[in-house]
C-alpha cells in the first residue's frame, strides 16, 4: 500500500513538472513574439519575476 502511494505521489508529481515546463515554454514563445512580460504573466499565472527570469535565459 505505501508503495502504491509512493508511485501515484511519483506521476502526479512527473504530471506536475510537465504542467510547469509546458507554460514556461508557452512563456517563452510569446517573450520571443515580442508579448510584454505582464500581459504573460496574466495569460500563464506565472509571476513577473519568473518570467523575467526566462527572458535572461533567452539572452
Known amino acids: 500500500e505505501?508503495?502504491?502511494q509512493g508511485i501515484q505521489?511519483?506521476?502526479a508529481k512527473g504530471?506536475?513538472?510537465g504542467?510547469?515546463?509546458g507554460i514556461e515554454k508557452a512563456a517563452l514563445n510569446a517573450l520571443q513574439?515580442?508579448?510584454d512580460i505582464?500581459?504573460?504573466a496574466e495569460i500563464t499565472g506565472l509571476s513577473v519575476e519568473k518570467i523575467e527570469e526566462l527572458k535572461k535565459k533567452l539572452n
Do not use: A, C, F, N
Open 19 to 21: 504542467i510547469e515546463k
Open 9 to 11: 505521489e511519483g506521476i
Open 15 to 17: 504530471i506536475e513538472q
Open 2 to 4: 505505501g508503495r502504491e
Open 38 to 40: 505582464e500581459t504573460i
Open 33 to 35: 513574439k515580442g508579448l
